[in-house]
C-alpha cells in the first residue's frame, strides 16, 4: 500500500470512529442501529478505498456506482435502502462538523422497497404454543408480553419493575428516539409476570423497582440476543415449522386485534410507529383474511 493509499485508509477510519461518537452521543438510536450504520460506512468506505478515494472526494455519480454494486450483489431493496440511509445521515455528520459544504448524497433516490405481508402466526398456531407443557416460568412471561402488547425485543429487554403497574394492567415502554408510549397488557399476560416475580422472590433473586424485568441465568438483564433464542426454541418445540422471532410476535399481535375490530390508530399508538403509512402494512394481512372469511361465507363469492 502506498503512502498516499494509507493515509486516505486513516482518514476514512478517523471520520468512522467520531460519527460513531457522535450516534452515540447526539442520537437516539438503538445500539443495533448504531452497529448497521458504521458497519453501512465501513463497506463504503472499502468500495471508495479502491480507487483511492476518501469521503471528501467524492461526487453523486460514484454514490450511484455503489448502489449498483450493491444492486450486483443481489442484496434486497431494503438492505439498499437501509446502507443509503445509513450514508444520508453520516454525510449529514461530515456537514455539521464542516469537514464537506455540500453533500454528494443529497438528491440521490433510494430504490423502493419490496411491500412485503409481515410473517404472522394464526390463533391457532398461537394456541400451539400456549397449550405447550414444561415451558419455564421467565419464558412463558416473555412470550405471553410479546404476544399481548406487540413490544419490540429491545424495548421489552430494557423493561424495570417501576415500569410495570400491575393494577391498571399497563406498562410503560421507552421505545425509539427514547419516546414513551403507554401500552396496555393482557390479563394472561398479568398472571405469567406475576408467576415468574413469584418464583424470583421464592430464589431470592434481585427485586426492586429498578430491577430488570427479565434476568439471565447469572440474575444480570437478559440480553436480545438470548432472548431470540428463548423464543425461537419453544415455538420449535410447540411443533410449529415457521422460524419464530419476537418480531414475528409483534406481527401477530397486530394482526389479531386489527382482525378482531380495533382500528388502525390505536394499533400505531400501541406499535410505537411514527407514521400510520408503517402499521398500514398489516391491513394487507386482514384484508386477505376478509377474502377468505367471504369466500367461504357468501353464496354467490
Known amino acids: 500500500m502506498d503512502q498516499n493509499a494509507k493515509f486516505t485508509e486513516t482518514e476514512n477510519k478517523s471520520q468512522i470512529d467520531s460519527f460513531e461518537k457522535y450516534l452515540k452521543a447526539e442520537r437516539n438510536f438503538s445500539a443495533h442501529t448504531i452497529r448497521a450504520y458504521i458497519k453501512d460506512a465501513g463497506d463504503f468506505a472499502l468500495f471508495i478505498q479502491q480507487k483511492n478515494l476518501s469521503f471528501s472526494k ?8 455503489f448502489m449498483e454494486e450493491l444492486n450486483n450483489k443481489k442484496l434486497n431493496r431494503a438492505t439498499i435502502a437501509r446502507k443509503l440511509a445509513s450514508l444520508r445521515t453520516f454525510y449529514k455528520f461530515l456537514l455539521i462538523n464542516n469537514i464537506l459544504t455540500k453533500s454528494p448524497i443529497e438528491n440521490t433516490l433510494g430504490p423502493k422497497k419490496d411491500k412485503k405481508i409481515p410473517l404472522f402466526l394464526t390463533e391457532s398456531e398461537m ?10 416460568l421467565r419464558d412463558k412471561a416473555i412470550i405471553e408480553f410479546l404476544y399481548s402488547s406487540g413490544l419490540r425485543i429491545g424495548e421489552l429487554m430494557s423493561l424495570d419493575i417501576k415500569d410495570i403497574n400491575t393494577a391498571l394492567n399497563i406498562v410503560t415502554v421507552t421505545g425509539k428516539g427514547s419516546k414513551e408510549r403507554i401500552v396496555p397488557m393482557g390479563d394472561k399476560c398479568l398472571i405469567a409476570i406475576n408467576n415468574y416475580i413469584g418464583e424470583r422472590k421464592r430464589l431470592g433473586l ?4 429498578k430491577s430488570p424485568v427479565f434476568l439471565s441465568d447469572h440474575a444480570e438483564r437478559l440480553e436480545q440476543r438470548t432472548a431470540r433464542r428463548i423464543v425461537n426454541r419453544w415455538f420449535v418445540k410447540a411443533g410449529l415449522l415457521k422460524k419464530v422471532n419476537p418480531h414475528t410476535l409483534r406481527h401477530t399481535f397486530a394482526t389479531h386485534i386489527l382482525d378482531r375490530g380495533c382500528d388502525l390508530r390505536t394499533v400505531q399508538e400501541m406499535l410505537g410507529h411514527k407514521n400510520l403509512s408503517t402499521t398500514q402494512i398489516y391491513t394487507h394481512v386482514t384484508i386477505e383474511s376478509l377474502k377468505r372469511i367471504y369466500k367461504k361465507a357468501h353464496p354467490r363469492k
Open 58 to 65: 467524492i461526487d453523486k455519480y460514484l454514490i450511484r456506482k
Open 127 to 136: 394456541q400451539m404454543f400456549f397449550s405447550l407443557e414444561g415451558i419455564k
Open 206 to 209: 434481585p427485586y426492586n423497582a
